[in-house]
């Protein structure tokens, strides 16, 4: 297991002053908008094709013009990559392709410097079955203490060959993978919710307990600003391991509580963390990816005791169309208000197909989609939601190149793929790989100026005109519209943190709300209406006419105004 975390530097070098640069707003994370980076997509610096942290430190620059408030780096730990980085096998190192604890370091002091904080990801559901603990498992055989940090259990059948329960791999096929022991024969079975790679803690253990805590300190000790923690929703399993007794059980996802999700014992464990955190200066956060049945339940995650933050999945899930929109905006914001918890909203992410896809095609195809779709249709709504989205109470996020309006690629080649749900016979369609290709900075070069290498997964031609430069400085492009959006965001006092919005009169495909002195205009319908101009016109996702009092807004486009 590497040792490089041995190159780290002091802690007391790091906290004191470059935390301070940023430390200045009080309750920052209740209407920060944070930009997620996935680092082997984001800027590579050596040119060997894969992002990393050197590349991501260059181009923090960027990131501070376009207006975010925090960047959260998806895993760049040690990791044999078996699924991106998500199967860690030393939580206390940089994994060589993206650099090295040093250049963590760098970046976050430069992050700091340029009034940006940082969150990093933490995997605390599994590990990497290379992880020492794990291979320290299979080495000392059944009934060895170093199995109990694992979920290790006699199969069943006549001779153990069938698996400990029914549960299933959100990857696809059974949760569980069969050991050959240290003597040659088939011996106990290990739980994966995951890949097979991806061995699951036992959070029963305190061991574990143990030493996520130890891990947490250390990020903190490097200056991290919070954790965006992984699978928050799992961790604890129901007692004994149940059958759920059904199959297909990937459909249930999102409706119902399983025996391995979102069980009331993880809210334990965030307690816990809790007081960490908070004998940290500069208002550290946890931000928690839990999937669950409804966003009343994703709430019990940001009590005031445990979680900061949760992504509102049910948000991202949602079709264009103004009655749902209107539906779980108002469900959400009910949910957090007595938990006293920001609402977050989020378009995109490493994990689903850009908006801008999602919403060129038909209503009802789910979040990870193989269509091209209408582009022009599906760019002029992400336009109109991301509007509509930084208008809404609280905090947002923004994925790494939906500021350039980018689209899924969708026509990846089979051969270049590497999600490992691609590769699994019945599971996630494992099509994540559209999602993920790096991001154009400039018309020209092998990857549009990612790196001077290549990149991983091919870039589409046509993506020279959606680069950065290609955008920068050119009215009505999209990255243009994020800056300006963003600016006005933080220029206007009634935007931002909040909990309600007051709703107003609308024709039928049409959202209007007020914020104080703000108004927010969304026409979700593909036919233009006419609205009462709501003052003076701050910014639109698409052109719009006034006349008389009155403003003509096409459809698929969001406005917005301000009385002041």
């Not at 002091?10 to 640069?21: E, I, L, Q």
């Not at 997509?41 to 975010?68: H, I, K, Q």
């Not at 089979?414 to 993920?436: I, K, L, S, T």
Request: proline share 7%.
């Amino acid at each position: 297991m590497s040792q490089q975390h041995s190159a780290a530097p002091a802690p007391t070098s790091v906290t004191s002053s470059a935390t301070a640069t940023v430390a200045g707003r009080r309750d920052w994370w209740r209407d920060a908008v944070i930009y997620q980076v996935y680092p082997r997509s984001f800027a590579d610096s050596n040119g060997d094709g894969m992002g990393d942290l050197e590349g991501v430190r260059t181009r923090l620059p960027y990131l501070r013009d376009l207006g975010v408030d925090a960047v959260w780096l998806s895993p760049f730990y040690a990791s044999p990559q078996a699924d991106a980085g998500y199967d860690v096998a030393d939580y206390r190192a940089v994994d060589p392709m993206f650099g090295s604890l040093l250049d963590a370091d760098a970046l976050i002091r430069d992050a700091h410097g340029l009034g940006l904080r940082t969150i990093v990801d933490l995997v605390p559901n599994h590990s990497s079955d290379q992880y020492e603990w794990f291979r320290r498992a299979l080495a000392e055989g059944p009934g060895s203490p170093s199995r109990d940090r694992y979920h290790f259990r006699p199969g069943k059948g006549k001779n153990g060959e069938l698996p400990p329960n029914d549960w299933e791999s959100i990857f696809g096929g059974p949760a569980w993978t069969r050991v050959t022991e240290p003597d040659g024969t088939p011996g106990e079975w290990y739980l994966h919710l995951f890949a097979p790679e991806q061995p699951d803690f036992n959070w029963e253990h305190p061991a574990v307990g143990d030493e996520f805590r130890s891990i947490l300190r250390f990020w903190l000790d490097m200056g991290v600003d919070g954790f965006r923690i992984d699978v928050a929703h799992g961790m604890v399993k129901a007692q004994g391991l149940p059958d759920l007794g059904s199959h297909e059980q990937l459909k249930l996802l999102g409706n119902d509580v399983m025996p391995f999700f979102d069980q009331d014992g993880v809210h334990d464990i965030y307690r816990q963390w809790r007081l960490i955190l908070d004998e940290y200066s500069g208002e550290r956060i946890f931000v928690a990816e839990a999937w669950t049945p409804t966003v009343e339940r994703t709430a019990n995650y940001v009590r005031p005791d445990e979680l900061h933050q949760a992504f509102n999945f049910q948000y991202l899930g949602t079709h264009w169309d103004a009655e749902e929109l209107r539906t779980v905006i108002d469900r959400t914001l009910d949910a957090m208000r007595p938990v006293g918890a920001p609402a977050t909203w989020v378009l995109s992410n490493h994990d689903v197909t850009r908006h801008a896809t999602r919403f060129a095609n038909p209503a009802g195809l789910g979040t990870q989609i193989r269509l091209a779709g209408d582009r022009a249709l599906g760019l002029r709504r992400a336009r109109a939601a991301t509007l509509l989205m930084l208008a809404l109470p609280g905090s947002a996020y923004v994925y790494q190149g939906e500021e350039l309006g980018l689209p899924d690629v969708v026509d990846l080649p089979d051969e270049v793929r590497q999600d490992p749900a691609y590769f699994r016979g019945a599971g996630q369609d494992g099509f994540r790989d559209g999602c993920r290709v790096p991001i154009p900075w400039t018309r020209t070069g092998s990857s549009y100026g990612f790196g001077a290498g290549g990149s991983w997964l091919p870039q589409p031609a046509g993506w020279a005109e959606l680069s950065v430069e290609a955008q920068t400085g050119e009215p009505g492009s999209t990255l243009e519209l994020y800056r300006a959006a963003l600016a006005t965001r933080r220029d206007q006092p009634d935007l931002g943190a909040g909990d309600a919005v007051e709703w107003l009169r609308a024709p039928e495909g049409v959202l209007a709300f007020r914020r104080g002195d703000f108004v927010c205009v969304a026409n979700t319908t593909g036919e233009s209406v006419t609205v009462p101009a709501h003052g003076r016109l701050l910014l639109s996702s698409g052109e719009i006419t006034e006349a008389d009092g009155e403003a003509k807004v096409p459809g698929d486009t969001t406005v917005w105004w301000t009385t002041a």
